[in-house]
Each structure stands twice: as C-alpha cells, then as structure tokens.
C-alpha cells in the first residue's frame, strides 16, 4: 500500500480540523433543524386543541369529537418523536463538542512540553516516541467519545 506524504506536514492536520468544523457546524444546524419542527408541532397541536375546545363549546357530535381527539393524540406522537430527535442531535453535538476540545487539550499539552524541553536537545528519535505517545492519547480520546455517540 503506497502512503501519500504531503509537501506540509500540517495539511492532514488542517484538513481533519475543517472536517471537525464541517461536522460540528452540520450539528449544530441538525440541532436547530429539530428545535424548529419541536416549534411547528407544538404550534399545530395548540391549535388542534383550541378548535377541539371551540367545537365542544358550540355542540358538536361525538364522531367529529372523537375524530378530532384522535387527531389531537397523533399530533402529540409527533411532538414526542420530535423532540426525541432534538435530544439525539443535542447529544451528537455535545459529543463532538467534547472530542474538539479534548484534540485542543492534547495539542496544548504537546505544545507545552516541546517548548518546556526546546533547550534540552533530544535525539530525534525520542521525539518520535514523544508524538506516538501524545498520537495514541489523541486516539483513545478520540475512540472513547466515539463510543459515547453510539
């Protein structure tokens, strides 16, 4: 299997960075896609109710009734499954949330011990185990906010 090396070293890291941002922007818009259809259920069911309510006033008969309770439940259903949704999308960006502020957390704590040992010259070599390790603790971050998605 051929590995592809970028001219900067940096790219793949900017270019996960966007992605995380894409994700997490797509998210937050999911969030606030089901908070909007939560709005328009809850607007509709309150209407249902008050013309239920008009009905039963002015005298109507117990089918029509009956129909418009039937309906009144089927609204509520969907005012469940909304928000439902809203609580699915509230976790998805919390955990994306948390996997972005633990990769800051990991760069920080690699950016301060670089510069903490930038006057002790180390071989390079333990420079590369420095940055598996500091890669591994990234990665099992990355894995355990993974399984709280799920």
Not at 32 to 48: N, P
Not at 129 to 146: D, E, K, M
């Amino acid at each position: 299997m051929k590995t592809t090396r970028h001219s900067n070293p940096a790219r793949p890291a900017r270019e996960k960075k966007e992605h995380s941002k894409q994700q997490y922007e797509q998210s937050l818009r999911a969030c606030d896609s089901a908070a909007a259809r939560i709005k328009a259920a809850g607007e509709e069911l309150a209407a249902s109710w008050s013309a239920l309510c008009q009905e039963i006033s002015t005298g109507v008969s117990s089918t029509e009734l009956l129909r418009k309770r039937a309906w009144c439940n089927v609204l509520e259903l969907r005012l469940k499954e909304q928000a439902q949704a809203l609580e699915q999308a509230r976790l998805g960006v919390d955990a994306l949330w948390d996997e972005m502020m633990l990769a800051a957390r990991a760069r920080e704590l690699f950016n301060r011990y670089l510069k903490k040992n930038a006057s002790d010259s180390l071989p390079g070599n333990e420079n590369l185990v420095l940055l598996a390790r500091t890669a591994s603790v990234i990665a099992a971050a990355h894995q355990r906010t993974a399984s709280l998605k799920k």
